[in-house]
């Protein structure tokens, strides 16, 4: 079973390191994988999410009303104190995920760090960060999903940061594409890095 806890944690302590150096041209560089969003849009929601997890303030949760708010309220405040918001509540977070065998939260982190990476042009996030997530999820929904398919790009896929031709380029049908992704299918190409 996966550490939870664990992974989130260290999922915090890699997203942190990688935004604090960022200049603010990469803080302002859109991140395709969340559109209409910054890299520091991104470190804002992270930071909303696992402060409104802790608080128990998840009305409109998991949807884009809630996210909206993240982004918003800390729209003007620098990375150091987003990144401080995260890690204080880093051990808060790995506690409500014991027992929990569809932490949300920790899937949010990774997919995200994934995202940041891509429009970093970092390249794939290392493995360790998303192969439980993809199991997990794959578990859960069992896709069917052609030999051959990518692991990395299957969790992209998933959490729907695939568009509809990049999953019929799997050799997917129409209703495969349209039932893939978590947050339903998207148009747009996205960054797949090597």
Not at 59 to 88: I, K, S
Not at 114 to 131: N, V
Request: charged share 25%; net charge negative; hydrophobic share 45%.
């Amino acid at each position: 079973m996966t550490d939870w806890a664990a992974l989130y944690r260290d999922h915090v302590t890699a997203v942190t390191a990688l935004v604090s150096g960022l200049s603010d041209d990469d803080l302002a560089r859109e991140v395709p994988g969340a559109p209409a969003w910054t890299v520091h849009d991104v470190l804002a929601h992270l930071a909303g999410g696992a402060a409104d997890a802790v608080t128990g303030r998840t009305d409109g949760a998991p949807g884009p009303e809630w996210t909206a708010r993240h982004v918003a309220e800390r729209a003007v405040l620098p990375v150091a104190v987003l990144v401080e918001e995260l890690e204080t509540k880093a051990e808060a977070i790995g506690h409500s995920t014991v027992d929990n065998p569809r932490p949300a939260i920790v899937w949010d982190i990774a997919v995200h760090h994934a995202d940041l990476h891509e429009a970093l042009g970092l390249g794939r996030l290392p493995e360790r960060y998303w192969r439980p997530v993809l199991e997990t999820v794959v578990l859960m929904r069992k896709p069917v999903v052609p030999e051959g398919v990518d692991d990395y790009e299957l969790f992209r896929g998933l959490f729907s940061r695939r568009s509809r031709a990049q999953l019929r380029s799997w050799g997917l049908d129409d209703d495969a594409v349209e039932g893939l992704g978590i947050f339903g299918p998207r148009d747009d190409d996205q960054p797949v890095p090597a």
